[in-house]
């Protein structure tokens, strides 16, 4: 009966009512915010020594404002989940985007080292929230078969920004200040949550224009008899009459057992181990990577730059192919642990061994291609990080999520550290410069293992559990 109330055409000799299509603009719309954040996020890195010139800040100075940025990031990544759990992200991902976009504003108005290193810490707790809550938005969003392409969309808005900002700083700084240019970057931010805000619901079936045969498509096909409701997605309870799912239960109990859950989920240590690996592995490649071009290879800081491109090109391919890879897995099998775990561990080892290949390259273009070959594979697990993630969290996937993206976060943070030493003991020793290709595969192979304990079939909290403390082991 609600079903056909709710129809956009009476269903009829013209048969069943078309999918509204709403999921596919707040996929768009996530994409946006993506892109948007990485704009205002890189925009820095170009401006990197005019600031330093305007400003007389020292190398040092500037080194340690280029990082306060992760310093903020790393520390709310939880708090930024918790955030978008508590308000929805119907008002969650506006606030935090009006917010990093009023700090980059900030960081454009300040004459000073103090105030500008606050700034940058601010910025990066803004921006913290932005991919836990999306990860909530696309496990409410999405059907569970094409998770993997909608994740893989948002990363690769992710990657496709950070590309895009790079040139067009570049060009507006040659006929702006780095201020104005900053200044003009805040308003994209400010449009953006005010348009998502208009357009989004927190729920499918709260959207006026979400008709029946979406939410049918969204929950997905009912799976081994159960009733639709109970096998929509694996979040748990049906939503309300009112619409949505109830909220994280807030009693102490409710809190120990998704604790006691957390910390005894082997898949959940999985997720957060490869992570840790796969972002510090990622990470040489917006650091130290053209730098190691010109030492180890006698290359022009120009020639290198060049290089690094395709690295990271590769990766956006990757990520989409990934996404779709996943979802056509997961349509054909029906298993979460081959379209998940099995991908992933597959596509980061063949990074590991394209990587350990790259050994015997006897020029910089050889070394390069082989690379990007295993940027391209690498990049396939990518998408099976978000959705093993969703699986196993449920309506807990902002949070989990934010557990996760902090491991990133932190070898994204570690391995340049890790670099930087040893490119120092090589160049004081004259040591061999295929000890960087050793750590970056023995890394990436190393988070193919950490797939093997993953088991996104297995959820962190069954309803049985949420009724009580008794914790489950994923």
Not at 26 to 37: N, Y
Not at 336 to 365: D, F, M, N, Q
Request: glycine share 12%.
């Amino acid at each position: 009966m609600a079903i056909q109330a709710d129809s956009q055409p009476a269903a009829g000799a013209a048969g069943p009512a078309r999918p509204s299509g709403v999921r596919h603009g707040v996929l768009g719309l996530l994409a946006l915010a993506a892109a948007s954040a990485y704009l205002t996020r890189h925009c820095i890195a170009v401006a990197n020594t005019t600031i330093q010139k305007e400003l007389q800040f020292t190398t040092e100075q500037m080194g340690w404002i280029l990082s306060a940025f992760m310093v903020g990031y790393l520390a709310f990544q939880v708090p930024g989940g918790w955030l978008g759990t508590r308000l929805g992200p119907r008002w969650a991902l506006p606030l935090i985007s009006l917010l990093w976009s009023l700090f980059n504003l900030w960081s454009a108005k300040v004459y000073s080292y103090l105030p500008m290193l606050v700034s940058r810490v601010a910025f990066g707790t803004a921006q913290a929230g932005l991919v836990p809550i999306a990860t909530l938005v696309i496990n409410d969003w999405f059907p569970e078969r094409r998770r993997g392409f909608s994740s893989a969309t948002v990363e690769t808005s992710m990657s496709i920004g950070g590309i895009v900002t790079m040139g067009l700083t570049a060009s507006l700084m040659e006929r702006y200040p780095w201020r104005e240019v900053f200044g003009l970057y805040t308003w994209v931010g400010v449009a953006w949550a005010a348009g998502f805000f208009w357009y989004f619901r927190d729920r499918p079936r709260q959207h006026p224009r979400v008709n029946a045969a979406e939410r049918d498509l969204i929950s997905g096909p009912p799976l081994s008899g159960q009733p639709r409701a109970a096998a929509s997605s694996g979040q748990g309870p049906p939503e309300s009459a009112e619409g949505g799912n109830p909220g994280p239960d807030p009693s102490p109990e409710g809190q120990g057992t998704l604790l006691a859950g957390m910390i005894r989920s082997r898949s959940l240590w999985g997720i957060c181990s490869q992570q840790f690996l796969r972002a510090a592995a990622y990470a040489v490649f917006f650091t130290w990577f053209p730098a190691y071009l010109e030492k180890s290879y006698g290359i022009t800081p120009s020639q290198a730059g060049w290089f690094t491109v395709w690295p990271l090109a590769a990766a956006v391919a990757g990520l989409m192919a990934g996404g779709l890879l996943v979802d056509g897995l997961f349509a054909r099998t029906g298993s979460k642990r081959i379209s998940r775990s099995l991908v992933a561990c597959c596509g980061i080892g063949a990074a590991g061994l394209l990587t350990l290949s790259s050994l015997g390259a006897t020029s910089a273009p050889l070394l390069v291609a082989l690379l990007s070959a295993g940027s391209l594979a690498g990049s396939f697990s990518g998408p099976p990080s978000w959705t093993a993630t969703m699986d196993i969290a449920g309506r807990y996937s902002a949070l989990l999520m934010a557990v996760m993206n902090m491991a990133g976060i932190a070898g994204a943070l570690l391995m340049p550290i890790a670099l930087g030493y040893l490119i120092g003991h090589i160049e004081r020793t004259g040591g061999d410069w295929d000890l960087v290709l050793y750590l970056i595969a023995g890394t990436q192979l190393t988070a193919a293992l950490c797939w093997l304990a993953v088991r996104p079939d297995q959820p962190l909290m069954r309803e049985a559990d949420r009724q009580g403390p008794r914790p489950l082991e994923a």
